[in-house]
């Protein structure tokens, strides 16, 4: 089974930044999409950045856009989130996804076991 491996948490005061990896742990895995959700306790899960392996497209959260930056590597299967001029409101359990499509009515998602991200004021 494939496993998603996040790292790059931590704590950081306000203003600052984090890089956060996701990597899988299988050579021969291959997704659609890789990106980053992000849940705070009490809240649902949110989208974060996502980037499209085919034309390279990437995809933000209006709430992080122009601060949030998400690249990869397709080959590697490994993806970065650069996180700058981070606020609390950023503060949550941060998770890494791939997306796996069969067919266009078939899509798997695998999830990683998240990283902790606090932002202190």
């Known amino acids: 089974q494939v496993q998603l491996v996040e790292s790059g948490g931590g704590l950081v005061q306000a203003g600052g930044s984090l890089r956060l990896s996701c990597a899988a742990s299988?050579?021969?895995?291959?997704?659609?999409?890789m990106g980053w959700f992000r849940q705070a306790p009490g809240k649902e899960r949110e989208f974060v950045a996502a980037?499209?392996?085919?034309?390279?497209?990437?995809y933000y959260a209006d709430s992080v856009r122009g601060r949030f930056t998400i690249s990869g590597d397709n080959a590697k299967n490994t993806v970065y989130l650069q996180m700058d001029s981070l606020n609390p409101e950023d503060t949550a359990v941060y998770y890494c996804?791939?997306?796996?499509?069969?067919?266009?009515?078939?899509?798997?998602?695998?999830w990683g076991r998240g990283t902790q991200v606090t932002v202190s004021s």
């Open positions: 980037i499209r392996w085919s034309g390279r497209f990437t």
């Open positions: 996804n791939a997306r796996v499509v069969f067919t266009p009515s078939y899509v798997v998602d695998y």
């Open positions: 299988e050579r021969t895995f291959s997704s659609y999409s």
